[in-house]
Each structure stands twice: as C-alpha cells, then as structure tokens.
Nanobody, 124 residues
Framework: QVQLVESGGGLVQAGGSLRLSCAAS????????MGWFRQAPGKEREFVAA????????NYKESVKGRFTISRDNAKNTVYLQMNGLNSEDNAVYYC?????????????????WGQGTQVTVSS
C-alpha cells in the first residue's frame, strides 16, 4: 500500500510557475513508477506526465512538453511537477499516482494508488 499526499497547488497568474510535490509513504518508493494527472471542471481526468522508478525515463502530454518537468527524489520519497508558463488550460485539480509497473505508464487504469489532489488555478 502506498499513501500519496500532494501539495504546492494554488493561485498563479498566467505565465507564472508552480511546483507541485507528492510525498509517498507506506512502501518502498523506488519500487513505483509515478505519474501526474489532472482534471479540469467538466472534463475527464487526463494524463500529464510520468516518470520511471529510477527517474531516467519520462513521458509528457504533448501540450505541456517544454513547460512542465517531472522529477523525483527517491531519498525523500517525493515526486515533483515543475510547471512553468502556466495558462488557463492548466486550470485543474492535479493528482499524483503510483504504479508497480516497471515502465512509464500513461494510462490511468495502470495506476493503483492515487492522492487526493491539489488545485491549480491560473488567473488571466
């Protein structure tokens, strides 16, 4: 079992930056690949970024490439999402998720563990 707690969300102006964190507990963090997903009002939850167990491999939603960076610190049991150049399309609740799969997973149903989410609001 893995417990995940996100933090770092908030209100930011368009063009600004935020760094989300997701702290994991309950199991060996380095045994899990991690992902970030988001859900905007009235829309389905979607994939944003994912990272392999050792942090070497990453994958991103096309629209966030070059603006968002996923990283992890296995010593701190934490995964991060650095978000730069935020715009109104990034308004959403952001969730981190963990999977025991050995590859970088982009599908929601590939993740067994989810956090409660953190709200990101971008003002124009």
């Amino acid at each position: 079992q893995v417990q995940l707690v996100e933090s770092g969300g908030g209100l930011v102006q368009a063009g600004g930056s935020l760094r989300l964190s997701c702290a994991a507990s309950g199991s060996t963090f380095s045994n899990y690949a991690m992902g970030w997903f988001r859900q905007a009002p009235g829309k389905e939850r979607e994939f944003v970024a994912a990272i392999s167990r050792n942090g070497v491999m990453t994958n991103y939603k096309e629209s966030v490439k070059g603006r968002f960076t996923i990283s992890r610190d296995n010593a701190k049991n934490t995964v991060y999402l650095q978000m730069n150049g935020l715009n109104s399309e990034d308004n959403a609740v952001y969730y981190c998720a963990a999977t025991a799969r050995s590859f970088v997973e982009t599908r929601q149903n590939g993740y067994a563990y989810w956090g409660q989410g953190t709200q990101v609001t971008v003002s124009s």
